[in-house]
């Protein structure tokens, strides 16, 4: 009978199959793991800071409509209703996509992306319910002054919100971005149809739509470099 002893002693002579992955671990060590630069956001530090955001977007884009100044049929039903319907709807989607829900956690991504898809098609029925046609159409001088207003008025909102809402999104954040970028155009749209009065579809569509697919490429683009929490 073979001794158990000699069995044991036998097994050194057995190759280690693994033994060339050892030791190419051994000539190339792993690289060292640094800790972030800037430590995650609390949840209430994430709230402040999107409360910060929305209310000094809103401001920025108050001010700059009184200081081109209001329309003068502002007051009538026609004008102030679809503003106001929009305006609710860009702050409760705000709210969507900023408030946590149970636990802590974020909206999910299919609910944002509904929201990123959703303010861009509304926009663009609104517009088409809306819009009546222009006879003459608007010279080409009215669609330029607009589309640099529309850029004067949102470039603010969009670096704020991308300052103060980095490293906030728990996943997801391109999408995230994309919806705060797009509801941050939609609230620079209503800004603009305060003291713009043309209803012309084409004038809607591109000059007042434009900050809405502009916030919505440039905050997936924010997003997905500086958005991950």
């Not at 992955?21 to 793991?33: D, E, S």
């Not at 001010?63 to 007051?75: A, H, T, V, Y």
């Not at 509801?183 to 043309?198: I, K, N, S, W, Y």
């Amino acid at each position: 009978m073979t001794d158990e002893r000699d069995l044991l002693k036998r097994l050194e002579d057995i190759p280690d199959p693994a033994a060339h992955v050892a030791t190419r671990l051994a000539a190339r060590p792993p690289a060292p793991i640094e800790a972030p630069a800037e430590p995650s956001l609390t949840r209430p530090a994430r709230e402040r800071r999107g409360l910060v955001a929305v209310m000094a977007g809103l401001g920025w884009v108050a001010l700059f409509s009184w200081i081109e100044g209001f329309r003068d049929d502002l007051g009538s039903p026609r004008v102030i209703v679809p503003l106001a319907v929009a305006a609710a709807l860009s702050g409760l989607g705000l709210l969507l996509a900023l408030r946590p829900r149970a636990r802590g956690l974020p909206a999910g991504v299919r609910a944002i992306q509904a929201l990123v898809v959703a303010v861009p098609v509304g926009f663009l029925i609104a517009a088409v319910v809306r819009s009546r046609a222009a006879d003459p159409p608007p010279p080409l001088e009215l669609h330029v002054r607009c589309i640099a207003s529309a850029c004067c008025t949102a470039l603010p909102p969009f670096a704020l919100a991308a300052l103060l809402l980095r490293r906030t999104f728990l996943s997801a954040p391109a999408w995230r971005g994309a919806s705060i970028g797009a509801l941050c155009g939609l609230v620079v749209a209503v800004g603009l149809e305060t003291h713009c009065a043309l209803d012309d579809l084409l004038h809607l569509t591109f000059a007042h739509g434009l900050p809405i697919a502009a916030g919505a490429l440039l905050g997936a683009a924010a997003g997905a470099v500086r958005g991950r929490a």
